[in-house]
């Protein structure tokens, strides 16, 4: 691979603008190497070993041929040799003979006559003397014989290191197979080419994990349990097992989905962003778990229950409420319940006819210091209400919430008819009871 910011190791090489290029690997072309260094000259190079040579020096383009370069690209061919614009300094067997320069003409060598000018060249450079002999260069097996001298992919035999483990290697890669360790180690394979479609999916995701700390688990015994609230554990112990997983392979315990019906229930909107925030159960899984519960017509006597419990909690200003009621139309529809009942006939929790219900009265209670509010009826009724039936619901449902504890200081309602006709009832009926 060429660079142009490296400068040119050849003696009194002013050239510029051209490619630069790495000497030959020492792991694969050792005796290619040992070449270039004996054309430019072992004395540039003392000191200096075959692995820091092949990191540090660089051979810019105007020292080759065009015949040294792979069709097409700037990527020298493996037998590549210096042969245009050296100054050669050659040393004689006998110390006493001293030293001779042969210089190369400055001169543009066609790629016809390369062989010829290699064979006289070759001919006419006596060989370095034993004293100046390379030391520290080692031939090494080569047993790809038609790879480019440069190949990026390649891998350092015998070495257990691959050819992209060295330290500052910036060569281009070509299609290849790198020699690949750790996790196939263990399972006795060297690449990931001979593993199934399924196995290297897995290897892709294991690899992923490892660089981005995915796989580095949290530890959450490590936190005590009473630095947080029971509320604050179910909703951390969600986030660290269930946030990797896919949104369809997400499970969440009874637990979970309880404590997210709570904002749920105070806000849809704000549930929604809390859901993009964070992980939680989505809108339909809340809906199900809410179809789930066995409700009926009537006053719930299970929220009349929960609903005293946590009376217990509030002060004596924070109990003072009021009882709200209407009703509101729906639509005619018959709907089959996981108990075995038909819904959708006329029914005030108490009897139950064979028409069909077109309204919905509901019983509603809301804190007047405090700001809480809770359902407490709900019945079914064709057209409207009789009077007498709303008066007789409204007396039931005050003494329900009596006795949870709450302190009802008045009732809230349109001024319908028939809700008129009830509460005329309500004070006809309290003046008879204390005139006896």
């Known amino acids: 691979m060429g660079r142009a ?105 066609a790629s016809t006559d390369s062989e010829d000018f290699d064979r006289h060249f070759v001919s006419n450079v006596r060989s370095p003397s034993p004293a100046s002999d390379l030391s520290g260069f080692e031939s090494l097996h080569c047993d790809d014989e038609n790879d480019l001298m440069f190949n990026g992919s390649a891998d350092y035999p015998n070495s257990g290191i691959g050819y992209a483990d ?78 990797n997983n896919k949104v369809k392979g997400r499970r969440f315990s009874l637990e979970e989905k309880l404590l997210s019906l709570s904002p749920y229930k105070k806000s849809a909107k704000s549930y929604s962003i809390l859901s993009k925030l964070f992980t939680l159960p989505g809108r339909r899984t809340l809906t199900n778990l809410l179809s789930k519960l066995p409700t009926g017509t009537g006053i719930d006597k299970t929220i009349i229950k929960v609903l005293g419990q946590n009376v217990k909690n509030l002060t004596s200003r924070q109990k003072y409420c009021v009882v709200l009621f209407d009703e509101m139309s729906l639509e005619s529809n018959l709907q089959y319940c996981c108990t075995g009942s038909i819904s959708g006939f006329e029914d005030n929790g108490v009897s139950r006819t064979q028409n069909f219900a077109d309204h919905a009265l509901v019983f509603m209670i809301r804190g007047v210091i405090k700001k809480y509010k809770q359902p407490i009826s709900c019945t079914f009724c064709k057209s409207t209400t009789s009077s007498h039936d709303l008066a007789n619901q409204i007396r039931n449902v005050l003494k329900a919430v009596q006795s949870t504890g709450l302190k009802i200081v008045a009732t809230i309602s349109d001024q319908g008819a028939t809700n008129i006709a009830a509460i005329n009832i309500l004070k006809n009926d309290t003046t008879a009871h204390y005139l006896r």
């Open 166 to 243: 060295v330290v500052g290697v910036n060569v281009r890669k070509t299609n290849s197979k790198k020699k690949t360790f750790g996790l196939l180690c263990k399972i006795g394979m060297k690449r990931s080419s001979q593993l199934t479609p399924k196995c290297k999916s897995l290897y892709a995701d294991s690899n992923f994990s490892c660089r981005n700390g995915v796989g580095q688990h949290f530890k959450f015994e490590t936190v005590k349990s009473d630095d947080m609230t029971t509320a604050a554990t179910i909703f951390t112990k969600l986030q660290l097992r269930e946030t």
């Open 5 to 109: 910011a490296y400068k040119c190791c050849v003696n009194n090489c002013l050239f510029k603008g051209g490619v630069s290029h790495r000497f030959p690997n020492p792991k694969l072309y050792m005796a290619t190497m040992k070449e270039w260094i004996k054309t430019i000259g072992p004395q540039y190079f003392d000191g200096l070993g075959p692995e820091i040579i092949y990191h540090t020096k660089r051979i810019c383009s105007n020292h080759f041929t065009s015949s040294s370069y792979s069709l097409g690209t700037n990527r020298l061919n493996k037998n590549s040799i210096l042969v245009l614009n050296l100054a050669i300094s050659i040393e004689t067997v006998e110390q006493t003979v001293p030293k001779t320069v042969c210089a190369i003409p400055h001169t543009t060598i």
